[in-house]
């Protein structure tokens, strides 16, 4: 199994700032995620966090409104650029240790964008 | 986006009584996962059945996977308040490294 820190919990963010959500590992994932939730509806997929190369996202979202950063088997970034009140969602960083195994998510960040 | 359909949307039941939750899918799988989230918090992972799988139990769940209708069944027997949270079927499709969510079930379980 896998623990997935994730931080902050929660924020509220002026429109057109960014924020950087962090996810940290405590041991190896082969492969983490980035996901989406507004509330009360279910997770929809951003990116794929690739180790050393450039994260591969889903269809609606780009790599300037939501760059994301894997330098390593245990830690990536997700940030969320120019920000509107659009953007307000929780996010939730997810990790697993190969193909067809359980996912470990970390508690999800909810963000508000006022 | 989402691969698959849940049903019922929302589910309330008395203690003690079984909560069935069902999941629908689109394509060509290699396992189906089942997860609980409680009040939009990170979701922990309840049960894996494998493509070639049929059945398979953990605790008070059951889970059942049918293939050839694209659907699985989650089974929670002997409800408890504690049970009350989000169930989300999600799939690993064929070829692909992601998982995909379904829309989810809101159980409310009633001491």
């Known amino acids: 199994s896998a623990v997935i820190s994730q931080k902050p919990s929660r924020d509220i963010c002026q429109r057109g700032t960014s924020l950087t959500i962090q996810c940290q590992v405590d041991s190896q994932v082969t492969m983490m995620f980035w996901y989406r939730q507004q509330p009360g509806q279910s997770l929809t997929l951003i990116a794929t966090a690739n180790q050393g190369s450039e994260a591969t996202y889903e269809s609606g979202f780009v790599i300037d409104k939501f760059p994301i950063s894997r330098p390593n088997l245990t830690f990536s970034t997700l940030t969320v650029s120019n920000m509107s009140p659009e953007d307000s969602s929780i996010y939730l960083c997810?990790?697993?240790?190969?193909?067809?195994?359980?996912?470990?998510f970390g508690q999800g960040t909810r963000l508000t964008v006022v | 986006s989402q691969q698959g359909e849940e049903d019922p949307q929302a589910l309330s039941i008395q203690e003690g009584e079984n909560a069935t939750m069902n999941c629908s899918y689109k394509?060509?799988?290699?396992?189906l996962q089942w997860y609980r989230q409680n009040s939009g918090r990170g979701l922990v992972h309840l049960i894996l059945?494998?493509?070639?799988?049929r059945e398979k139990h953990s605790g008070r769940l059951r889970v059942t996977l049918d293939t050839s209708k694209k659907s699985s069944s989650l089974l929670i027997t002997a409800s408890r308040a504690a049970d009350t949270a989000s169930y989300f079927c999600?799939?690993?499709?064929?070829?692909?490294?992601?998982?995909?969510f379904g829309a989810g079930t809101r159980l409310t379980v009633k001491p």
């Open positions: 999600a799939t690993d499709a064929v070829g692909i490294d992601d998982m995909r």
């Open positions: 394509t060509s799988i290699n396992n």
């Open positions: 059945i494998r493509s070639n799988e």
């Open positions: 997810s990790g697993n240790k190969g193909r067809a195994t359980e996912a470990f």
